[in-house]
């Protein structure tokens, strides 16, 4: 990890950390986690007497068996995102009092959103995503409904090209690959400026420090790009909004931002700001217009509210808010800084996402007796339950510890997550010295049961259909490694034998946009193993495998 904390590139690099692995405590990199113990059940849902239903107030969530989090993570979707401003909850409860013709509120919404931003035009969407994915759909079909209600087949389409620099390819850039556009990678200014042609329809930047500090920043790519008339379209999701937009000023031609992050406005909206042809073009090809669009649904409580997180962002005293953050995590670091090897920094952020002070806290795992990822999971499934990052320190220091980020905890939650991370921190210690915290920590491996080596034959089990996937492994005492392939992929495999445990892990990274994750836990018998699969975000399963028999000549 950074000093500067995660950022969304950050956590979506080398796979899977984003989505379903966020509700999880562990967030461990890949050849990392692989050596890690099996996952374990985790907390169980409240329990609740018969006939109990939902209950409108503070227990909303518990009244259904679901356990209420305290956010010190940051603006993650998993998490829910951000809480909504008091204006905003208001602004939607008036809405929704009233019928309105939706066309005429874009319109209205529209230029309001210019007044407030600066921009052209804006317009409020169903989530970040949401927005890319109209913006996309503008630029191929420009508003025309001859063509809208032909997407994502682009067929005849005259522009059917998306461009991305690889230093953009992320898990988000699906939202314009669900349109139907072909995405030609470039990584050069000269493999840009080959790509660019008349079947270009836009090109897309994930926003990023990488992205600014690259051989093709978007001022360097507007400049191709505006001659040709090729428009750009920035990610934003997770960043601040900026009057006057500097993703505009850079030479973008359209930006995208998330609704429920940092402008803590409804958790599905979201905005695109900038040409107004293009962004009233969008509207076009948005719910409740109908074609593919129409799952896209923004309702009038939607809108409004979004329009007021942009009003109250224009008003919001940020300097004051930053300094209650830092003062919420002063009062984390003093209350932990008296257990032994404790050392606790504070650190300023870089680049606009996720913007916020990130507290730090260290220590010598050897002399505490257990790892940030143990505290992590204790925090996490303890109660009241509190989401943090794990924290490694400086590369090659030996320290280990956890990483508390105020831009979502709402006051009081300090003293919560103070207290919680004291107590784990100093609890009960077993016989040989370590926290009851230390016992998810791995002991030291039986030995091998099989020699796992060779070809399997495996079956996987999804929530409603079934794969037949292929191992290649090889072992070498405890550890394993090989290939796993899938329906359409071939990835590499790490993992480990403890006794007849087995714990086999493969990954595909963000480089053509996707990251997909196996963690494959279970018994071997002879040449049989099953057990459950963790699929990260996208839940999990069960396998069973069978050694392929080798044949002899």
Request: charged share 20%; aromatic share 6%.
């Amino acid at each position: 990890m950074s000093a500067e904390g995660f950022s969304r590139r950050e956590l979506i690099k080398g796979g899977g950390l984003l989505g379903g692995a966020l509700a999880l405590p562990g967030l461990l990199p890949a050849a990392a986690e692989a050596k890690a113990p099996p996952p374990t059940a985790g907390p169980k849902p409240v329990t609740l007497p018969a006939g109990v239903g939902l209950r409108v107030g503070p227990d909303v969530y518990p009244s259904i068996g679901v356990r209420p989090i305290v956010n010190a993570r940051g603006t993650y979707t998993i998490l829910s995102g951000s809480l909504m401003l008091p204006e905003v909850r208001e602004a939607m409860a008036a809405a929704s009092q009233h019928y309105v013709h939706l066309d005429e509120l874009a319109e209205a919404v529209g230029a309001r959103l210019a007044t407030l931003t600066g921009a052209e035009w804006g317009l409020v969407t169903d989530g970040c995503s949401a927005a890319l994915t109209h913006a996309t759909a503008a630029c191929v079909a420009g508003g025309n409904p001859d063509l809208h209600v032909r997407l994502p087949n682009l067929a005849g389409f005259p522009r059917d090209e998306a461009i991305i620099p690889k230093h953009s390819r992320n898990v988000y850039d699906a939202a314009l690959r669900g349109v139907g556009v072909r995405v030609i990678e470039v990584s050069t200014p000269a493999e840009l400026e080959a790509a660019l042609g008349p079947r270009t329809a836009l090109i897309y930047i994930l926003a990023s420090p990488e992205a600014d500090e690259s051989a093709l920043p978007t001022r360097l790519i507007a400049s191709m790009a505006q001659p040709r008339g090729v428009p750009v379209l920035v990610d934003a999701a997770a960043e601040i909004l900026t009057v006057p937009n500097v993703h505009l000023q850079n030479g973008a031609t359209l930006v995208a931002y998330s609704g429920g992050k940092c402008l803590r406005g409804p958790q599905a909206a979201g905005l695109l700001l900038g040409r107004k042809d293009l962004v009233k073009a969008a509207w076009v090809h948005s719910a409740p217009h109908h074609g593919y669009s129409r799952g896209y649904k923004v309702g009038k409580e939607e809108a409004i509210g979004m329009l007021m997180a942009v009003e109250m962002w224009m008003k919001r005293d940020h300097d004051a808010e930053w300094k209650t953050w830092t003062s919420w995590l002063d009062y984390v670091g003093k209350r932990v800084a008296s257990v032994p090897t404790i050392t606790t920094n504070i650190t300023q952020p870089k680049g606009l996402s996720n913007r916020m002070p990130s507290l730090h806290v260290l220590w010598d795992g050897s002399k505490v007796g257990l790892t940030g990822d143990a505290v992590v999971k204790a925090l996490y499934d303890g109660e009241p339950r509190v989401a943090v990052f794990p924290d490694r320190g400086e590369r090659d220091s030996g320290l280990t510890g956890v990483t508390v980020n105020p831009y979502m905890m709402s006051a009081g939650d300090e003293r919560i997550v103070a207290d919680r991370l004291y107590a784990v921190l100093t609890g009960p210690r077993t016989e040989d010295g370590k926290t009851l915290a230390a016992a998810v920590e791995k002991p030291a491996l039986a030995a091998p049961a099989a020699d796992l080596s060779g070809q399997w034959d495996v079956k996987v089990e999804y929530a409603a259909s079934a794969s037949n996937h292929t191992l290649a492994l090889r072992q070498r005492g405890n550890d394993v490694d090989g290939a796993h392939r899938g329906d359409f992929l071939s990835r590499d495999l790490v993992g480990t034998i403890d006794g007849d445990s087995v714990r086999l892990r493969s990954a595909i990274g963000e480089q053509s946009g996707d990251s997909v994750n196996y963690t494959f836990t279970g018994k071997v018998s002879g040449d049989e193993m099953s057990g459950t699969v963790d699929l990260g975000e996208y839940l999990g399963g069960r396998w069973t495998a069978k050694r392929r028999a080798v044949r002899r000549g």
